[in-house]
């Protein structure tokens, strides 16, 4: 029989409806059960798209015996932490102070008044490896909670106070100069892997926002070694198994250090900020890898991403059905060399092999190889290698497909409406840019309500019940400003207005200018979460500061650019220290020192041909952070147009920065000039 979960509209939460245990959802009614009944709560959180989630459910949850003594002892409570990255951030940080690491899926132990007092991850279903059983656990629980109460709640007193004492070290408010952004340079060269890109050792995750940064350094500084270090490292993704090399998109992350075998799951944050970062190392260099993988990841998340509705769905999941009925990790991207003989006979399969990387022993497991594009130089027949791919990609979309988490993130939709945005207007795509304009028209008609508050998710088309974190609205914002500027349309600038106010508003201490995660009426934890540091995806923090400070230069408007620029401040602490977690940050502080610059295009019409060449010149400038605004004289769309007629009947560019502008242009060769000056 389902239990609560069967009402929910997550479907990670779905994925538990028929676990024997009795789950309750996130909800004051759950602590009331517990307060009720004298017993602790248990807390799970973890996502669709988890492998070991999925395990811990199949070996635990889905267990008669242990679901009895969950029933018997505790009050379950089941999150999604997709949907509530607050609470998932919240417990988060309990478990990382306490254990020294994290991850999904989490398990928490909590009062009735939801204090936590003991932690962990996954537990397996007997001792393993120097971890209790799951059932030992419960146990010692149980028995420390009925025998030594007093001893519990002071531990989870003790626990609440300490995270309430550890408020962020906001540095003093100021943007990082010149001096903290070489700074931050040097550290990234430091931990850079010059044999296989990237930083760090394994497992190793794409550094999305850290090449933006380093991309924005070199635009505005000349500097040879950041570009160097994004080209090398997005060419070695590009070419191993983390990205998907029949399919497109990539992966979450290399389990090694040479970027071969992944976490097969598929995110849309990832693919949406990877997506753009490709596109705008074309920008900045002009790379053929660059233009097809930006192109090829941008088909990827309207072809399986995509939903019905015109938003894009959050995963697919790592594991699928390997077709014997047993759900294996990676089953549905690996291959033998027996099944690519299978698929395109003895010949081609040989050519396959050699292209791809495929051996005998295999680089994966069970005889299976990822496939990669380790041969650089290698000369192949190029109509050939497409036959092959196409044939490969036909046969695999055949295998049973990995699962696919539906619902929609407003968050990581902004992300994925301004890669595609600016994707499709580089590279002449207007599919592309109709494909983000549907995701924005749906986040608008279903995710905000009249006084533009933002819903967090949605699913087949209803709003989930979920208030939007700061993430939400920032990422939404910078969507919206992207699309204001390919678009010509002010009415995006206008929705990212409405949003970055609620960001002044709600989730901004007005003495400090630090950021909160939740808004001031948000629901009240145990703490307000705050963290401004770049994880899988921009934190909030450093997003709004990059949206208030894009709404400023379209707007003039003081009060965003103040807070944008005391946002900054916390990056002016840690970007020399950490720079590989503030990237998205230290991108924006890049756009701080550049100005940002303000393009006007002024035209007889958004038709006319010698308005776009300009429109697209200024679109494919480099300047870091630039906001482009574009229309007929005298438009009231954007303020930016405000007073800027045509030069001799002409279309026109004006670039201001800093109280100052150029002379206007109406040569396109002029503007590419002054935009990469």
């Not at 707007?555 to 590989?580: D, F, I, Q």
Request: glycine share 10%.
């Amino acid at each position: 029989m389902p239990n609560r979960l069967a009402h929910e509209t997550s479907p990670y939460l779905l994925q538990h409806a028929d676990n024997p245990v009795d789950w309750w959802p996130w909800s004051e009614e759950a602590f009331d059960e517990a307060r009720k009944r004298n017993v602790p709560v248990l807390l799970s959180i973890g996502y669709s798209s988890c492998h070991w989630c999925h395990v811990m459910a199949h070996e635990s949850f889905e267990d008669q015996e242990t679901a009895e003594y969950l029933n018997a002892h505790y009050v379950s409570v089941k999150v999604d932490r997709e949907e509530r990255p607050d609470v998932d951030a919240v417990y988060m940080e309990a478990v990382q102070a306490a254990t020294g690491q994290g991850g999904w899926p989490m398990t928490v132990f909590l009062t009735p008044d939801a204090e936590p007092f003991y932690f962990g991850t996954y537990f397996p279903p007997a001792p393993r490896q120097g971890m209790p059983s799951f059932r030992q656990v419960l146990q010692g629980v149980h028995q420390a909670w009925d025998e030594r109460r007093d001893e519990v709640t002071e531990v989870a007193g003790k626990i609440v106070r300490d995270l309430a004492g550890r408020e962020i070290s906001y540095g003093d408010a100021q943007t990082p100069g010149e001096e903290e952004l070489a700074q931050a340079l040097l550290g990234l060269t430091r931990e850079y892997d010059p044999q296989r890109g990237g930083f760090g050792g394994a497992p190793k995750f794409p550094p999305s926002m850290v090449l933006e940064f380093l991309l924005r350094h070199h635009a505005r500084t000349g500097a040879e070694g950041a570009l160097q270090m994004a080209s090398d490292t997005c060419e070695r993704m590009a070419r191993g198994g983390i990205y998907d090399q029949l399919g497109g998109g990539f992966a979450r992350y290399s389990v090694d250090r040479d970027w071969v075998v992944p976490h097969f799951e598929k995110m849309l944050y990832d693919n949406a900020l990877l997506c753009r970062v490709y596109a705008h190392l074309w920008r900045a260099t002009g790379s053929e890898l660059a233009r097809r993988v930006a192109l090829e990841t941008a088909d990827f998340m309207v072809r399986e991403l995509r939903t019905n509705e015109g938003g894009f769905a959050s995963a697919l999941d790592a594991d699928s059905d390997d077709g014997t009925g047993k759900h294996v990790e990676g089953a549905y991207y690996v291959w033998t060399p027996e099944q690519l003989r299978e698929v395109l006979g003895e010949q081609d399969a040989d050519l396959a092999a050699q292209v791809f990387g495929v051996t005998e022993e295999g680089t994966f497991e069970e005889g299976a190889s990822v496939l990669q594009l380790p041969v650089r130089d290698g000369v192949f027949d190029a109509e050939k290698v497409a036959s092959v791919r196409e044939r490969l990609l036909a046969a695999r979309s055949r295998r049973p497909a990995p699962g696919r988490d539906d619902k929609v993130v407003a968050a990581w939709n902004g992300l994925a409406i301004a890669a595609l945005a600016e994707t499709g207007a580089y590279f002449d795509r207007p599919d592309l840019v109709e494909a983000a304009v549907a995701a924005a028209d749906l986040l608008v008609r279903l995710h905000l309500d009249e006084q533009a508050r933002l819903t967090r998710t949605s699913k087949d088309g209803h709003a989930g019940a979920n208030a939007g974190v700061l993430e939400d609205y920032a990422d939404v914002a910078e969507g919206f400003l992207a699309l204001a500027s390919v678009t010509g349309e002010g009415v995006w600038l206008e929705f990212a207005g409405f949003l970055v106010d609620h960001v002044l508003a709600r989730f901004t201490d007005p003495e400090s200018g630090s950021l909160y995660d939740t808004a001031a009426d948000a629901e009240r934890l145990i703490r307000r979460p705050q963290d401004p540091t770049d994880n899988a995806a921009p934190s909030g923090w450093s997003a709004a500061a990059g949206a208030l400070l894009g709404y400023a230069a379209h707007t003039g408007s003081e009060p965003h650019r103040t807070a944008a620029e005391k946002a900054l401040g916390v990056v002016k602490a840690l970007g020399p220290r950490v720079p590989r977690f503030i990237g998205w940050g230290l991108a924006v502080a890049e756009a701080v020192l550049d100005g940002p610059r303000e393009v006007a295009v002024v035209g007889p019409s958004l038709g006319d041909e010698g308005t776009r060449s300009l429109h697209r010149t200024a679109l494919l400038g480099t300047a870091p952070g630039a906001v482009v605004a574009v229309g007929v004289p005298e438009s009231e769309e954007f303020p930016l147009l405000s007073g800027r007629p045509l030069v001799g009947g002409e279309p026109t560019a004006y670039v201001c920065r800093n109280f100052t502008c150029d002379a206007p242009t109406t040569e396109v060769d002029r503007l590419r000039a002054v935009l990469s000056d």
